[in-house]
């Protein structure tokens, strides 16, 4: 069973520029979530998806920060423009209904130059 | 406002011996609790969990207690091999019926097992 696929691994772009994350999660699962984690920290949530609906994001700094789930399956993080301070780990999970453990992807490592 | 904590951001164990990881929590509705492993340069894996019913949870070399009243959840690991070297995450969610979980994660914990 394929995991979860991020894309891209790794990406470098200048500030104010902007940038897009790519997800597709496990075959089945329902709940998909988005995370950051800086250097030297735990993942931090910063959206949650209920199939096509995004439920909890309280914590996506919305002035440049946006998502969208189409069709309840992949999923997009686009950060526009992008700041110094975004450069993180960008880590996407999934899981199945009813409270089950979240499977994470690589991530994509961002650096902001 | 830290709501998961693991107070020791490294632990160093000789080879076979135990390997304890700690970590504390303060919100008193999550329910459900979990460790990830991670690897540099990958995602984290999940290892083992424990719900708010259990005070212990065992998997082959890995064992999560759980003492509620305490708000504290340690992962016992034995023996300890090289292999295990990584960070260890903590996590905690409260329990949301027909939904995924709210994952809080602690900052995480690097072991080094010694040959």
């Known amino acids: 069973e394929a995991g979860v696929v991020q894309s891209p691994r790794y990406k470098i772009i200048e500030k104010k520029q902007p940038v897009a994350f790519w997800c597709n999660p496990i075959?089945?699962?329902?709940?998909l979530y988005w995370y950051r984690q800086n250097l030297g920290q735990g993942p931090e949530l910063l959206i949650r998806y209920e199939n096509e609906e995004a439920v909890d994001d309280s914590q996506l700094p919305k002035d440049r920060f946006s998502a969208e789930r189409l069709k309840g399956v992949d999923s997009t993080l686009k950060i526009q423009p992008a700041e110094l301070g975004d450069s993180a780990v960008y880590l996407c999970?999934?899981?199945?209904?009813?409270?089950?453990?979240?499977?994470f992807g690589q991530g994509t490592r961002l650096t902001v130059v | 406002d830290q709501q998961v904590k693991q107070n020791s951001p490294s632990l160093s164990v000789q080879e076979g011996r135990i390997s304890i990881l700690n970590c504390d929590y303060t919100?008193?509705?999550?329910?459900?609790f979990l460790w990830y492993k991670k690897y540099p340069a990958e995602g984290p894996t999940f290892l083992i969990s424990i719900s708010s019913i259990k005070d212990k949870n065992e998997d082959g070399r890995f064992t999560v207690f759980l003492n509620k009243s305490a708000k504290h959840l340690s992962l016992h690991i034995v023996p300890s091999q090289p292999g295990d070297s990584a960070v260890y995450f903590c996590a905690a969610s409260p329990i949301i019926y027909n939904a995924g979980n709210m994952l809080t994660f602690g900052g995480g914990t690097r072991l080094m097992v010694k040959p």
């Open positions: 919100n008193s509705m999550f329910d459900y």
């Open positions: 999970a999934s899981s199945a209904a009813r409270g089950s453990k979240a499977f």
């Open positions: 075959s089945g699962h329902n709940t």
